[in-house]
């Protein structure tokens, strides 16, 4: 593995967990959340504050491809490092990696934990100016019972001075990493560095959290943070029309399929119309130019590009201001070929490029009623709507 990069602060996102309790299939992390998944999301305030100078994830040891696809290169962006069976083992074998070039302070953050704030990050470094442990929590609120094995109230428990943790926590590293290989000896369990901290008599300072900095555990708290991420958001709508002559060949590419066909789309790409609509649909929809201005006929290294790329940079741009893509839907306007075979490929290779559920994909075919340049089979147009959602302008 390639030597780590040091710094004063860095960030360690413990993401190497199955997520079991969020249902099976696709770890817990790796969902989408509002066009990125839950662990880009938790990442990214720490790739950007300016006072973190590495970040490093530790991911599980057969996550490697998926996180790839998640999470972008950075010049913050460290390679991860394959976590244990269990979060404790992850973070100490994510502390032993940095060790090899330390940084002064490390903060720890969950991985799924997406709602994290530059205000909570600013707040944990400020006081760990003065203390070597800090964790960042929140006032518990609910009134608190214990309940016996049947579930009848014993008690009713006073909540003075309770708090319920949360992420990032910060820590001086030389005495978080000695802690975590003290308590890798020791049979009690913790449940967060903090607590490991605390059992090497570390003082902890609470900092003040964030309601909003949930933990996705469970498939209920998934469908609460998509819930947050729509009621401050808005629609947009953007509309795409492409069209390529057609001459000599024996195949045509349309919505990422390649067809046989006694003609080809002409054009300085692969003439894709499908997905070069597409791509105009979402980059009007986000008021970001056309496909032209992106990917010029001029640029000699597109010559016969995949489209699939563009509709992908589209996408990206979408994400990277945390929106996403809600819906999907293109006309093709062709005499031939048949599009109805090809339908269900179309749609599933279009949702592959934009990440999203190919039920957000609709894929219809029309003839020109054998009128104009369509009519005459000198070409193949395509329209496109791309129904989108971006955080509201405050």
């Not at 880009?40 to 720490?46: D, E, I, L, Q, T």
């Not at 959290?209 to 498939?219: Q, V």
């Not at 692969?270 to 006929?297: C, K, N, R, S």
């Not at 990277?320 to 490929?345: F, N, Q, S, W, Y």
């Amino acid at each position: 593995m390639a030597a780590l990069s040091p710094g004063p602060i860095t960030a360690l996102v413990v993401a190497g967990g199955r997520g079991v309790r969020a249902g099976s299939g696709t770890p817990k992390q790796y969902r989408r959340l509002g066009g990125a998944t839950i662990l880009a999301r938790s990442a990214r305030p720490f790739l950007d504050h300016p006072s973190v100078g590495q970040v490093t994830v530790v991911i599980h040891p057969d996550d490697r491809e998926r996180y790839a696809e998640t999470i972008e290169p950075h010049p913050k962006l460290n390679p991860p490092v394959e976590g244990g069976r269990e979060r404790q083992e992850s973070v100490r074998l994510g502390l032993e990696a940095l060790s090899e070039r330390p940084p002064e302070w490390v903060l720890i953050h969950d991985g799924a934990r997406p709602f994290v704030t530059l205000a909570i990050i600013d707040r944990v470094i400020a006081a760990l100016a003065e203390n070597p442990a800090v964790m960042t929590a929140v006032p518990i609120a609910d009134t608190l019972k214990r309940a016996g094995p049947d579930r009848n109230v014993e008690a009713t428990l006073s909540r003075d001075g309770l708090y319920a943790a949360q992420t990032p926590q910060g820590f001086k590293f030389a005495a978080i990493l000695e802690a975590h290989r003290q308590a890798a000896s020791d049979t009690a369990a913790f449940t967060d560095d903090a607590a490991i901290a605390e059992h090497a008599g570390l003082p902890v300072r609470i900092v003040e959290g964030d309601a909003g900095n949930t933990k996705i555990t469970n498939l209920e708290d998934l469908k609460m943070a998509e819930r947050f991420l729509a009621a401050g958001s808005e629609t947009r709508v953007g509309t795409g029309y492409d069209v390529h002559a057609l001459g000599p060949g024996t195949n045509i590419m349309l919505g990422g399929i390649r067809i046989p066909h006694d003609q080809a789309l002409i054009g300085h790409s692969d003439a894709d119309v499908v997905l070069h609509a597409l791509t105009d649909a979402i980059l009007g929809a986000i008021g970001e130019g056309d496909i032209g201005t992106h990917f010029p006929p001029s640029d000699s290294s597109l010559a016969g590009a995949n489209s699939g790329r563009f509709l992908a940079a589209a996408v990206s741009r979408l994400q990277t201001r945390d929106g996403a893509v809600v819906h999907l839907d293109v006309t093709i306007i062709a005499e031939a070929p048949k599009i109805g075979p090809h339908r269900e490929a179309m749609r599933h290779r279009i949702a592959e490029i934009s990440g999203i559920d190919v039920d957000r994909v609709a894929v219809k075919a029309t003839t020109n009623e054998r009128l104009g340049f369509i009519g005459r089979g000198e070409g193949i147009a395509a329209l496109a709507t791309a129904t989108i959602r971006l955080p509201s302008v405050p």
